[in-house]
């Protein structure tokens, strides 16, 4: 197969490792060029260290990746709650950010790579985050501008619903909304494709723990980072081995197993 040129579209930093990490390590070592592009890093208090911080550690974990390249495309993280935040100085939440334009900063980071593939979220933005849902618009149209071929990063939400029915069991999890849960994602019948990046595990809980801003943090997700960076590679591997993508347009009739560049 040819070399190819692959932009994955992330919101945040971390988020490239969580949701494709294994392909991009993968695609990688197949000798194709991967560039992340990133939406938005500045933190919700304004510029400053801990966004240069989180940045820093997007390209460390970008390295362990195999990445050639990230882009920052400038926007604010919007936060995950009932308020939105101010826009800090000389940065616009990515939630308030025009659609066309911001596309137009991804359009353009897709010509001058002379990109084959978009790797972008599913319509949901996975478990709602609005970062996230405005990847998926943003991705969506920058696809019309250039003709790139996308896939959307994805999970099975059966499977979703049945871990956090799980963690909760086991109290990893004490408090999440059953609702949102039960509608994140994307239902496995609607899936093209399944990627296994069990090979790249090692990759895949080393690019994650160069994210030490997002992994030393109090929340729930971090709580569970943690957990993952603890777990040997093989049982990593076990847990985190398979990655998901919807194809826009493409009828799932039969999941395509580690082929994505291939259209249809």
Same mark, same amino acid.
């Given at each position: ?104 900063? %991804?359009?353009? &980071?897709? /010509?001058?790579?002379? +990109?084959?593939?978009?790797? =972008?979220?599913? !319509? *949901?933005?996975?478990?709602? #985050? ?39 069991? %086991?109290?990893? &999890?004490? /408090?999440?909304?059953? +609702?949102?849960?039960?509608? =994140?994602?994307? !239902? *496995?019948?609607?899936?093209? #494709? ?71």
């Amino acid at each position: 197969m040819r070399v190819a040129t692959i932009v994955a579209f992330h919101a945040h930093p971390d988020d490239e490792v969580l949701l494709t990490g294994g392909t991009l390590a993968r695609l990688a070592a197949e000798g194709h060029r991967v560039v992340i592009a990133l939406a938005c890093s500045v933190p919700l208090g304004g510029p400053g260290t801990r966004g240069s911080e989180r940045l820093e550690q997007l390209r460390d974990s970008a390295a362990v990746l195999g990445a050639a390249r990230v882009v920052h495309l400038g926007y604010a993280d919007s936060g995950h709650g009932p308020v939105l935040y101010p826009d800090p100085p000389d940065a616009v939440r990515f939630v308030r950010a025009d659609v066309t334009e911001a596309a137009g900063r %991804l359009a353009g &980071v897709l /010509r001058e790579e002379k +990109a084959d593939l978009l790797l =972008s979220y599913d !319509p *949901r933005g996975g478990y709602g #985050h609005p970062d996230h849902r405005k990847v998926y618009e943003v991705g969506a149209r920058a696809a019309e501008l250039t003709g790139v071929r996308v896939l959307e990063a994805t999970a099975p939400r059966e499977l979703v619903t049945l871990l956090f029915g799980t963690m909760r069991l %086991l109290r990893l &999890v004490v /408090r999440y909304d059953a +609702a949102e849960v039960n509608g =994140s994602f994307t !239902p *496995r019948a609607s899936i093209t #494709h399944r990627i296994s990046v069990r090979r790249y595990a090692r990759q895949k809980r080393a690019a994650l723990a160069a994210h030490t801003s997002y992994t030393s943090s109090t929340g729930r997700s971090a709580r569970l980072a943690r957990l993952a960076i603890a777990l040997p590679v093989p049982v990593l591997g076990m847990v985190l081995g398979r990655e998901w993508f919807t194809e826009p347009g493409v009828t799932a009739t039969v999941v395509r197993r580690d082929v994505l560049l291939q259209a249809g």
